[in-house]
């Protein structure tokens, strides 16, 4: 899901707080953001390192080709994410309470065809969750980023001085041995930029 300023690191990373659901996802408008972000475009699975209240994983789950599995350190947010998608008839969700930043997302090596990494690589290690997309990510698999913009005023986001750009995220993810695709201007959400990599 897209969060805003929190993160998975053990317990709650730096800057963590939700707004409510409804505010929170005023903020969004997700299936446009997955379409230009290439979701449905690849074979297979897809997981998503913080799904929140869910936003995003209702939509990727119409999209996908496979299953979505929606991870979060909140069991209240993942119960919540769990219900919708029972609700909306989407039985292609997985919604697992997991500490991803320090056990791994749980998939195995190469089994999944698309990450979402929305609003999260503020966290104190980027590179290492990045590394951990690469290695869940089969060949040719796509790691899509969006974050805060930091040249504008947004109504949530994290502090700017550790709020990353896209050309810091590119750098952590070519670190992390993925290779850049595109940036996306995201016109359906102007507090937001997008990213696309790929695993080699």
């Not at 053990?10 to 972000?37: H, Q, T, V």
């Not at 966290?123 to 899509?144: D, Q, T």
């Not at 993925?178 to 507090?191: A, G, H, K, N, P």
Request: hydrophobic share 40%; aromatic share 8%.
């Amino acid at each position: 899901m897209g969060r805003s300023d929190r993160s998975s690191v053990g317990m709650k990373g730096r800057e963590s707080g939700m707004p409510d659901a409804s505010y929170w996802e005023s903020f969004f408008n997700p299936r446009c953001i997955l379409e230009r972000l290439d979701c449905g475009c690849h074979l297979g699975d897809a997981v998503e390192f913080g799904c929140g209240y869910g936003t995003f994983t209702l939509p990727a789950a119409r999209l996908a080709a496979g299953r979505v599995f929606a991870l979060d350190i909140e069991p209240a947010l993942v119960a919540e994410t769990a219900l919708k998608a029972d609700e909306a008839g989407l039985p292609n969700v997985v919604a697992e309470e997991r500490d991803f930043v320090a056990a791994g997302c749980g998939r195995p090596d190469g089994s999944v065809g698309y990450a979402m990494l929305f609003n999260i690589l503020h966290i104190e290690n980027p590179v290492g969750l990045l590394r951990e997309a690469h290695r869940a990510l089969s060949p040719g698999g796509a790691a899509a980023v969006i974050h805060w913009r930091r040249d504008i005023t947004t109504p949530r986001g994290p502090s700017l001085d550790i709020r990353p750009g896209p050309e810091e995220c590119r750098a952590w993810g070519e670190a992390a041995g993925l290779e850049f695709v595109r940036y996306e201007s995201l016109c359906c959400c102007s507090w937001h930029w997008g990213l696309i990599m790929r695993r080699p």
